[in-house]
């Protein structure tokens, strides 16, 4: 049985991996090189210093710690000059409506994500009353593919893992569903996804007749 639904925040409930991109690049060309589209999926669903750590890599540059601190509070900085500018209309196609389907039908609501500044997106996008939990990268220690953002939100609802689904856009997030045993649902190629229980192009596809059919089955 289904008690609960755990959402990323990037890529599912609002598009700022696009904010990533451009901030993570302007990083890179400080060293000469850009951040390929292939190595951007990388970086989807990981926390900020382990996605420092790969472009660092590939750009294969040096850096001591004090070095990187200031290179991580330089990204976040260009990151949320283009958070700041979100609002409702930012959301993603049909997630308001699932998120009142699921309140509607009592099912539980988390977020899971990475991201340090989940909570002040959702505020801007008027939808942080509809979560139950917020688990974000305030209060992991271990970044997906680690499942323990999503054991996490569990533990905050009250449900076992085994009744939980997660909706994710990257594949360190699909994997890291699947590490705790929940129901994973990709959103995006089902060549990147394809370690989901089910891939939906888009979405708009995560609509009520594919809530319930998940509820009935």
């Not at 958070?83 to 049909?94: A, F, H």
Request: proline residues 2%.
């Amino acid at each position: 049985m289904i008690k609960a639904f755990i959402f990323d925040l990037d890529g599912v409930i609002v598009d700022t991996a696009k904010y990533h991109f451009i901030a993570w690049n302007e990083l890179a060309k400080q060293f000469g090189f850009e951040i390929t589209v292939h190595q951007n999926e990388q970086l989807k669903g990981v926390s900020r210093v382990k996605s420092l750590d790969l472009i660092l890599e590939w750009g294969n540059i040096h850096l001591d710690q004090a070095q990187k601190d200031l290179l991580l509070v330089q990204k976040n900085k260009t990151y949320l000059e283009f958070i700041n500018t979100l609002s409702k209309s930012d959301i993603l196609p049909g997630i308001v409506d699932v998120l009142n389907y699921l309140k509607s039908k009592k099912i539980a609501i988390a977020l899971g994500s990475a991201s340090k500044n989940a909570v002040p997106i959702l505020e801007k996008l008027e939808i942080d009353a509809l979560f139950d939990a917020i688990i974000d990268g305030n209060v992991v220690e271990k970044a997906k593919p680690n499942p323990e953002v999503f054991l996490k939100a569990a533990d905050k609802l009250g449900v076992m893992p085994e009744y939980c689904v997660v909706i994710e856009d990257a594949k360190a997030g699909v994997e890291a569903a699947n590490s705790a045993e929940m129901m994973s649902i990709g959103i995006g190629s089902k060549a990147v996804l394809n370690d989901a229980n089910y891939v939906l192009e888009d979405t708009a596809k995560l609509s009520k007749n594919f809530i319930d059919t998940l509820l009935k089955n």
